[in-house]
C-alpha cells in the first residue's frame, strides 16, 4: 500500500475501537502517510494523546482553546493542505454531530471548517443496537448524501459482549480502504471477474493434487480493480488471504467448480482475469475411501484433462476483455508470445513460476499483439495497480 507523501487527519472519538488507531497510525506512517492526530475529549477516556503522540510523531491536539499554534487557530490550521481527513473510530454521537454541523469542539469544529478538495473518511464504532436505530440510519444516509464515505462498520463479536454491526474495521482493512479512495476510478462501472489461488483435485478424502499458488497476486489484482471503481467479483480457489474489502469471493476448490462458477458468472463482465493456478488434470477416478498402503505396491492413478477456463471465455461469441498469466520456468519471452496466441486473448501477463509463487514481489512481461513490454521487480500490490490502469487503457 503506497500513502506517499499524503498528509492525513486522524480523528479519534469515543469509543473502545480507539485501541485499533494505535496500529492505524503505525500503518499509515509505514505507508508513506504524514498523520496529524486530534482527538476528542472522549476519545482520551481510551487511549492517550501521549500514544498517539509518540506513534505519530506529531503533536497531539485535543482542545479547540489550545495556544500552542501560533494563530490559535488549530481548526483551520490542521486542515490546511490535508488530503483526507479520516474519523476512526467514529461514535454515533460524532456521526450526529457532522450531520448537524456541530462546531463544539475542536474535531467537529476542524471537519466543519475542512476546505471542499479535503476527502472526510468516517470509520463508524459502536454497539449493534446503536448502529441499528432509526435515528443513526437517518445519519449515515444523510452523511452518504452529504459526500462523506463510510468504511464499515464490520459485523461480529463486540467488545460490549454482543455480536452484530457496529465493528470498526481492522487498521489493515481501513489502510487498503483509504489506499483505494486516492487511486483514480479508471473502471468506474465496470464488472471485473478475476480467478486466483490454487484449485485442489482430491485423490481419496484426505488427498490431493494443488500447486504452490498462494493467491497473492490474484487478490491483490481484485484490490486495485475494486479501487479503480470496479464491481468485482473474485472465484477463488483455497488460500489463506482475507478477502478484500467490498470485493465479493465466491470459494470453489476444483478445476471444474472454478469453470462452472466462471461460466455462471460471466454474462455482464466487461474483463476477466484469469489468474488462477489451475490444475490441468484431475485424477479419473477418485476414491470414496482413504486408500491404504500397501506393503508392497504402491497405487498408480488415471488422470483426466480439465477444461481450460480462459480458452472457454475467450472462446465466447462477445467476450469480455480477456487477460491472461502465464507461469513460465523457462523461455518466458517466446512461451509467453505462444501462449497469448493459442488463447487468443489481448493481453497475457508472463512470469516465472518458482519466482511469483508465494512471493510478495514479483517481475512481469507484459505480451500483446504488438509485443512484449517487460515490468520492473516491484511489490504485487504496485503491480495490480498498474495492470489496472493498462486494462482500463485498452478497453
Ligand atoms: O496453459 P496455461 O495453464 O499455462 O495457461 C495459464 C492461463 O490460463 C492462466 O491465466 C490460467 O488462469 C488459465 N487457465 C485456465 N484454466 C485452465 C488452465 C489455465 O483458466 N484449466
Redesign the pocket.
Known amino acids: 500500500m503506497n500513502l506517499a507523501g499524503k498528509k492525513i487527519v486522524l480523528g479519534l472519538t469515543g469509543g473502545i475501537a480507539c485501541y485499533k488507531a494505535a496500529e492505524f497510525t503505525r500503518a499509515l506512517i509505514k505507508a508513506g502517510a504524514t498523520v496529524q492526530v486530534v482527538m476528542t475529549e472522549a476519545a482520551r477516556h481510551f487511549i492517550t494523546p501521549v500514544t498517539m503522540q509518540a506513534l505519530s510523531g506529531h503533536t497531539v491536539y485535543t482542545d479547540q482553546w489550545d495556544s500552542r499554534i501560533a494563530n490559535n487557530m488549530a481548526h483551520i490550521d490542521l486542515s490546511r493542505g490535508a488530503d483526507a481527513i479520516i474519523i476512526a473510530p467514529c461514535s454515533a454521537d460524532f456521526m450526529r454531530k457532522l450531520v448537524h454541523g456541530a462546531a463544539d469542539d475542536l474535531l467537529s469544529t476542524l471537519c466543519l471548517a475542512r476546505p471542499h478538495d479535503v476527502a472526510l473518511l468516517v470509520a463508524p464504532a459502536m454497539n449493534v443496537e446503536m448502529w441499528d436505530k432509526p435515528a443513526t440510519q437517518r445519519n449515515v444516509a444523510q452523511l452518504k448524501s452529504d459526500g462523506i464515505t463510510l468504511l464499515g462498520p464490520a459485523s461480529g463479536d463486540q467488545a460490549c459482549g454482543e455480536t452484530g454491526l457496529g465493528r470498526m474495521l481492522e487498521p489493515e482493512q481501513l489502510l487498503e480502504a483509504l489506499t483505494g479512495f486516492f487511486q483514480p476510478k479508471v473502471l468506474s462501472g465496470k464488472r471485473v471477474l478475476i ?1 486466483a489461488g490454487p484449485t485442489f483435485e482430491p485423490i481419496d478424502p484426505v488427498r490431493g493434487i494443488t500447486n504452490l499458488s498462494s493467491g497473492k497476486m490474484g487478490y491483490a489484482l481484485a484490490r486495485a480493480a475494486q479501487a479503480a471503481g470496479a464491481h468485482v467479483t473474485l472465484i477463488s480457489g483455497p488460500t489463506a488471504l482475507a478477502v478484500p474489502l467490498g470485493v465479493t469471493c465466491i470459494p470453489v476448490t476444483t ?1 471444474r467448480n472454478m469453470h462452472e462458477a466462471v461460466m455462471s458468472h460471466i454474462g455482464e463482465q466487461s474483463v476477466f482475469i ?5 490444475a ?1 488434470w484431475r485424477v479419473a477416478e477418485v476414491s470414496t475411501q482413504k486408500i491404504k498402503k500397501q506393503a508392497t505396491s504402491s497405487p498408480s492413478l488415471q488422470f483426466e484433462t ?6 472457454s471465455v475467450a472462446a465466447l461469441p462477445s467476450p469480455p476483455f480477456c487477460v ?4 513460465e520456468s523457462d523461455d518466458l519471452l517466446v512461451q509467453g508470445a505462444a ?1 497469448r496466441e493459442r ?1 487468443n486473448i489481448p493481453l497475457l501477463v508472463g512470469n516465472i513460476g518458482h519466482q511469483t509463487f508465494g512471493k510478495d514481489d514479483n517481475e512481469i512481461v507484459l505480451f500483446d499483439a504488438q509485443g512484449h513490454q517487460a515490468l520492473p521487480r516491484a511489490s504485487k500490490d504496485s503491480l495490480a495497480v498498474t495492470l489496472i490502469a493498462e486494462i482500463a487503457r485498452r478497453l
Request: without cysteine; charged residues 20%.
Open positions: 480467478t478445476a484469469a489468474v488462477a493456478a489451475v490441468d480439465n477444461p481450460d477456463i480462459l480458452a491472461g498469466f502465464a507461469a501462449k488463447k
